[in-house]
């Protein structure tokens, strides 16, 4: 245990220190020390850079490589039956009691409870099910040695880039804002998968138009098909086509979007196809704090994902770790009865029926708009799971830095498929007192077992593709 109070004390360390210096700089390898604190097996760190240990208190579980067993029930090409259906509600956080759990909520989370007296988190025994296949761990290890923090200061506002990982977590030990941030881009995805989805900009008396996207995408950073020599993280990223297919008077709508994995040498392409115009044209605008498909303005292009494109009108300040009540395991929303109609109440909030919170452990990243640019938000504090690197939560601040909205990312673990992806993506607005949510259409599975050439990626094949 003191080689992990070592590296306990070393994070902290540098958190205060080096996130204000290593903007200028590409940092060291890491330490005997931290090398020697880090793998699958028997080590205080996990390979993704988590603590192994649970917690004092035994809320939070120790991590072991032990992936979920798929339910007996579940039916591959169906949606994911939920594995912990038995577990019972521990407690219930509501706007009575929140300030007794007060350490272990964000500020958006609190202010939420301040904003709707109403608002209730179920809280469910705290499960750590986000076991990868053991390349990316194999791959994070390699990372620990090759991977580089690659600054562009000429691109854009200065973009943090990165060079020599592959596959896996870039810097599963993280030193500073800049590595933790890299870490979520480049956390393990699903190589392709085909979804779903629909989209709902909620009123604050309940009311909502459902917005139905098809979407397809090619995400090659842990395609296990692609060689580390034949990989290149300044041409080949996500592959995003997207479909609206409803309401009736705007289907046909198309955005074909194709990023690096690091935006240091090139930028976001993206075009649009309008089916009233019957053309495909470029489409620069969709980056940044553009509005979101069907979200009315209460959402930006870049918080797909809980955060998508480059990073350069931030700049990341690392804060350590927090025990905080984040969304977990939600197969609750994955069921095919949680449908707009259900998961969306008449005061156009979340059925909180549908929802599952854990105590988890969670990187601290802090974002603050740089002097000199634009966004929509002036700071935002994203929480990041700890075994994977996703964004659960982020609250975001006007450019008063006063709080205005909270984002939650509600995630499972796909078994059959060895990767975490979101279900459901909510952000409540508590300035305009309305609710955006992104969520699975029941009606159709997500496919992982989807593939497309990249060729299906390009203008060319949304022109062909285009329909009315």
Not at 74 to 96: E, M, R, S, W, Y
Not at 411 to 440: E, I
Request: include cysteine; glycine fraction near 6%; hydrophobic fraction near 35%.
């Amino acid at each position: 245990m003191m080689g992990y109070f070592r590296v306990l004390r070393r994070v902290a360390v540098l958190t205060g220190v080096m996130s204000f210096t290593c903007s200028t700089m590409t940092l060291a390898a890491i330490s005997a020390e931290e090398r020697a604190s880090i793998g699958l097996e028997n080590t205080v760190l996990t390979l993704s850079g988590a603590i192994r240990a649970g917690n004092a208190e035994g809320t939070i579980p120790e991590w072991k490589n032990e992936p979920i067993v798929p339910p007996a029930n579940f039916k591959p090409g169906t949606f994911h039956t939920n594995p912990f259906a038995d577990d019972p509600v521990l407690f219930v956080i509501t706007a009575q009691n929140y300030e007794k759990y007060a350490d272990n909520l964000t500020v958006g989370q609190k202010a939420l409870f301040k904003t709707y007296p109403d608002y209730t988190m179920n809280v469910y025994k705290s499960r750590r099910s986000a076991v990868y296949k053991p390349y990316i761990y194999d791959a994070a290890l390699k990372n620990l040695d090759r991977a580089e923090i690659d600054l562009a200061p000429d691109v854009g506002m200065g973009v943090v880039g990165f060079k020599g990982a592959r596959k896996s977590w870039a810097f599963p030990i993280p030193h500073d804002g800049n590595e933790a941030w890299l870490n979520q881009a480049t956390r393990p995805l699903i190589p392709y998968i085909e979804t779903w989805e629909n989209t709902l900009a909620v009123t604050s008396r309940g009311k909502y138009v459902v917005n139905k996207l098809a979407i397809q995408m090619h995400l090659p950073w842990s395609d296990p098909a692609i060689s580390d020599e034949d990989f290149d993280e300044y041409t080949m990223g996500l592959l995003y086509y997207q479909t609206l297919i409803a309401p009736a008077k705007l289907a046909g709508q198309v955005v074909l979007a194709k990023d690096p994995s690091t935006f240091n040498k090139n930028f976001r392409r993206a075009w649009a196809y309008s089916p009233g115009q019957r053309r495909v044209k470029r489409a620069p605008q969709i980056v940044y704090d553009n509005p979101l498909t069907a979200s009315d303005g209460l959402a930006t292009t870049d918080q797909k994902f809980g955060f998508n494109g480059p990073n350069d009108r931030f700049s990341y300040k690392l804060l350590g770790k927090r025990e905080i009540y984040v969304p977990y395991n939600a197969y609750k929303l994955h069921t095919v009865e949680a449908t707009p109609e259900n998961v969306i109440n008449e005061k156009g909030r979340v059925n909180q029926d549908f929802a599952r919170y854990e105590l988890h452990r969670v990187w601290i990243v802090d974002a603050t708009l740089k002097e000199g640019t634009n966004h929509d938000y002036g700071r935002r504090t994203f929480y990041l799971d700890e075994d994977s690197w996703w964004i659960m939560l982020a609250d975001g601040y006007d450019r008063r830095n006063e709080i205005w909205r909270l984002w939650e990312t509600h995630s499972v673990m796909y078994y059959d498929a060895g990767f975490l992806n979101p279900t459901a993506d909510f952000q409540y607005d508590m300035h305009a007192g309305r609710l955006f949510v992104s969520m699975s259409d029941k009606k159709n599975p997500p496919d992982t077992t989807w593939y497309a050439e990249d060729s299906y990626f390009t203008p060319a094949s949304v022109r062909r593709n285009g329909i009315r």
